[in-house]
C-alpha cells in the first residue's frame, strides 16, 4: 500500500502530458477500448484488494462501540472527535508529520550532490553510483535498523568514537530518539531521492549551461539560476515520495524510535493489533492518510503556483 | 576591410580527443567587424574551433587571443562573448525579458538601462510586445531571435553563432539568415559563424574559412572560394561538380593540353587546384565542370567558339527557377543546371552539350 501510495503521488507532481487524442478517429474506433480491455484485470485487481477494504476501513471510522465485541455500535463522529481532542493523538500526529519533514529535508540535502555527480558523471561511473545507490534496497529493512544499533547503541560505534576523541563526555541518545527515527528513515528513503532528482537532471539541456555560462555566469550562478530550479521537479517528487513513505513507515520508527517516538504508524498498530480498537484505528489511519495528502497536495499546489510554475509544464 | 587589426586570433592550436585528431594545427585569425564562417562537414573541427574560442574546450596545444589578450585558459564566462546555439537554449523557466535580462544583471547594469537595453534589442530582432511570453508559447522563428537577442543584448566583443538556423525550415532560414546579415552589418559586432550549409556560408560571410579533418583548407572571400577554390576538396564541398579523368599530352607558357575520351582540350594555368601545380606528359589528371558551365543546346551550332557534342537526356528535375538535367555523355552521366530548358525535352531526348574551356578545372591525380 505505501508503494502504490507513493505512486499515485509522483503522479500528481509529474503529471504526464496525455498524448492529444485523434479526434476523428476517436469517434468511429473508440481507441481507448483496447487499452481498457488490458487494464481491466489490473482495475478489478485494484478493487478487490485496495478499493474494497480502504472503503471497509472508512465506514468502520464511523462507528463507535462501547466494547469489543462490537455490540450497541452505532454510526456517529465519536472516533474523530476523541482523536482531535485528545493532546496524545495529535502529538503524534505532529511528530509524524515533523520527523517525515525533516527525514525528506536530511535525504534532499544528502541526495542532491550525489545526484548531481550522477548526472555528470560518465556512464560507467553513472551506473556505478546507481548500484551503490540502490543496493541498500536490496537488504531487508529490519536487517538494515538492526545494523543502525551496532552503530547508535550509548556503548555503540559513533558515540564510543566520539568519546574517545573526547568531542563528548557522555554517550548520546541517537537510538530510540527522533534523531534517530530520522536517521533511518532519510537513509532508507535516499534511493528514491537520489533518483528523481538525477531524473529531472538528465533532462536538462546541457547546452542551456553554456549559454548561462557564456553570459558570464560562473559556476555557482549557473547552478543556482539554471541547474537547480530546473531540477525542482525532481526536487519535488523525490521530496512527496520520502515524506509518503516516511508518513506511513512503521518498521524504522517502531525499531529506531520504539516508545519513545510515538508516530502514527504505531499508534495505528498499537490500537488495532494489542488493544481491538478496530474503529478507531481505522479513524486515525485514515487522518494520517488524509494529512499525507493535504501535505502533499499544498507541497506542490505550493511550488506550481510559485515563480517557478514554468518548470512544471 | 581596410582596418587589420585581429579581433580573434588562433595560433597553432591542436585537439585530441583520445587518440582522434579534431583540430590538426589550425591558425585562424578573425578581423574587426567582420563575419566570418567556419564551413565544413561534420566533424571537420569547426564546432571544436568555436568551442576554443568560446572556451568550453581548451587546446591541448596553441593558443587564443581575443582583442590581442591570451584567454587559452580564461573560462567562458569571463570572456564577454555572445553566443546562440542550434537548440535556441533559452531558459525555459524564464520570460523572454528575464533571459535577455540574465547577461545584463550579471554584468550589474542598472534597472533603468536594462530595460532600455532590452527594449533596443527586441526591437532590433522585431519582437517587441513578447516580453512577458516564455520559450514555449514562441515559434522556432521567434525562440532563435531571442536567443539572438540575449546574445546581442549584452554588446558582447563577440558573437558566435553555432549552427543557429539548422533547425528552422527552409522559409525561415533564408529570412533569419539575411536577418542576422542586416543585424551584424548594423551593429558591427565581429561574427563567426558555423555552418555546414555552402550556401549560407557563402551568401552571409565576408570571409569564409573551409575546414576539412582538423584542417583549413582554404581561408578567402565567397567568390573566390567558388571560383578559385585551393583544393580539390573546397571545389567538391562548395557546389556540385563533374569529373572526367585524363592524361596531360602537351604544356606550354599559357595551357596544359589534356586528352580526356576522344576529346582533347586545353585548361588555363589559372584553373589547376591543389599544391601541386607542376605538369608532364603522361600525367593522370582529373577534370572538374560545374554543373551551370555546361551549356545544352537543341542545335550543334557552336557557341562562343566552343563545339557541341551529342548527348542524351537520362533525368529532368524542375527546381523552380532552373532544371536540374542529366545526360549521358561519353559514356558518363553528367549533371547540368540550366535555365535553356525546352518544353519538347523528355527522358532520351537527343541533346548537344558542351562549355567553354576556361570553365574546367584541372587537378593531379594523386
Redesign the interface.
Known amino acids: 500500500m505505501e508503494a502504490a501510495r507513493a505512486q499515485n503521488h509522483q503522479k500528481r507532481v509529474a503529471p504526464k502530458e496525455q498524448p492529444p487524442q485523434q479526434e476523428k478517429r476517436a469517434k468511429k474506433r473508440k481507441p481507448w477500448a483496447p487499452g481498457l480491455l488490458l487494464l481491466t484485470s489490473i482495475l478489478l485487481f485494484l478493487f478487490g484488494f485496495f478499493v474494497v477494504p480502504m472503503l471497509y476501513i472508512l465506514y468502520l471510522s464511523f462507528i463507535s462501540t462501547d466494547n469489543l465485541s462490537g455490540e450497541g455500535a452505532s454510526y456517529s463522529l465519536s472516533n474523530y472527535i476523541t482523536l482531535f481532542t485528545d493532546s496524545y493523538y495529535l502529538n503524534s500526529l505532529w511528530v509524524t508529520v515533523k520527523i517525515s519533514l525533516l527525514s525528506s529535508l536530511v535525504a534532499l540535502v544528502l541526495g542532491y550532490p550525489i545526484a548531481l555527480t550522477m548526472a555528470k558523471a560518465s556512464a560507467k561511473i553513472r551506473a556505478l553510483i546507481t548500484l551503490l545507490i540502490a543496493s541498500p534496497l536490496l537488504v531487508s529493512i529490519v536487517v538494515r535498523n538492526f545494523g543502525w544499533y551496532l552503530l547508535l547503541l550509548p556503548n555503540g560505534t559513533v558515540n564510543t568514537l566520539l568519546m574517545d576523541l573526547g568531542l563528548i563526555s557522555k554517550p548520546m541518545n541517537l537510538l530510540f530518539s527522533e534523531v534517530g527515527v530520522i536517521i533511518g528513515l532519510s537513509n532508507a528513503y535516499l534511493p528514491f531521492m537520489v533518483l528523481a532528482i538525477v531524473t529531472s537532471l538528465y533532462n536538462i ?1 546541457p ?2 549551461e ?10 555557482l ?2 547552478f543556482l ?2 541547474t537547480l ?2 531540477s525542482l521537479p525532481g526536487i519535488v517528487s523525490g521530496c512527496v515520495l520520502v515524506f509518503s513513505l516516511s508518513m506511513s513507515a512503521y518498521v524504522t520508527p517502531a525499531l529506531m524510535g520504539g516508545a519513545n517516538v510515538p508516530v502514527m504508524p504505531v499508534v495505528v498498530y498499537d490500537q488495532i493489533n494489542n488493544l481491538l480498537q478496530w474503529t478507531f484505528g481505522s479513524a486515525l489511519s485514515y487522518v494520517l492518510l488524509g494529512t499525507t495528502l493535504l501535505s502533499v497536495f499544498l507541497f506542490t499546489r505550493g511550488f506550481e503556483k510559485s515563480k ?1 510554475k ?2 512544471f ?1 | 576591410m581596410t582596418t587589420a587589426i585581429s579581433d580573434v586570433e588562433i595560433k597553432g592550436a591542436i585537439k585530441k580527443f583520445g587518440s582522434n585528431i579534431v583540430l590538426n594545427s589550425i591558425d585562424l585569425e578573425v578581423k574587426q567587424g567582420e563575419l566570418l564562417t567556419l564551413l565544413g562537414p561534420s566533424g571537420c573541427g569547426k564546432s571544436t574551433t568555436l568551442n576554443l574560442i568560446a572556451g568550453f574546450l581548451e587546446a591541448d596545444q596553441g593558443d587564443v587571443f581575443i582583442k590581442g589578450k591570451k584567454v587559452t585558459k580564461v573560462p567562458p564566462y569571463k570572456r564577454d562573448l555572445g553566443m546562440v546555439f542550434q537548440t535556441y537554449s533559452l531558459f525555459p523557466h524564464m520570460t523572454v525579458y528575464d533571459n535577455l535580462n540574465f547577461g545584463l544583471k550579471l554584468r550589474k547594469i542598472a534597472k533603468s538601462e536594462q530595460k532600455k537595453k532590452i527594449d533596443r534589442v527586441l526591437e532590433l530582432v522585431k519582437l517587441s510586445g513578447l516580453e512577458q511570453r516564455y520559450p514555449r508559447e514562441l515559434s522556432g522563428g521567434q525562440r532563435q531571435r531571442v536567443a539572438i537577442a540575449r546574445a546581442l543584448v549584452v554588446e558582447p566583443e563577440l558573437l558566435l553563432l553555432d549552427e543557429p538556423l539548422s533547425n528552422l525550415d527552409a522559409k525561415l532560414r533564408h529570412e533569419l539568415r539575411l536577418e542576422i546579415k542586416r543585424l551584424q552589418k548594423e551593429i558591427g559586432v565581429t561574427t563567426i559563424f558555423v555552418t555546414h550549409d555552402q550556401e549560407e556560408a557563402l551568401s552571409l560571410s565576408d570571409r569564409v574559412v573551409v575546414m576539412n579533418a582538423g584542417k583549413i583548407e582554404q581561408i578567402s572571400t565567397p567568390t573566390s572560394i567558388y571560383k578559385h577554390p585551393k583544393t580539390e576538396f573546397v571545389f567538391q564541398f562548395i557546389g556540385k561538380s563533374n569529373s572526367f579523368e585524363g592524361m596531360v599530352t602537351s604544356t606550354d607558357q599559357e595551357r596544359i593540353m589534356v586528352q580526356a575520351g576522344q576529346e582533347v582540350t586545353s585548361v588555363s594555368w589559372d584553373n589547376v587546384i591543389g599544391e601541386n601545380r607542376t605538369f608532364q606528359n603522361g600525367d593522370e589528371v582529373k577534370l572538374y565542370i560545374r554543373p551551370e558551365n555546361i551549356h545544352i543546346s537543341e542545335s550543334q551550332e557552336a557557341v562562343d567558339g566552343y563545339e557541341l557534342h551529342p548527348a542524351k537526356i537520362t533525368q529532368l528535375n524542375y527546381l523552380g527557377t532552373s532544371w536540374e538535367i542529366d545526360v549521358a555523355f561519353m559514356g558518363k552521366s553528367l549533371q547540368i543546371l540550366t535555365n535553356e530548358y525546352r518544353s519538347s525535352w523528355k527522358e532520351g531526348s537527343e541533346v548537344f552539350v558542351g562549355w567553354k574551356p576556361q570553365e574546367l578545372k584541372i587537378i593531379r591525380k594523386e
Open positions: 539541456d547546452s542551456l553554456k549559454a548561462s555560462a557564456i553570459l558570464g555566469a560562473s559556476p550562478r549557473n539560476s539554471i530550479p530546473l517557478f514554468e518548470v509544464r
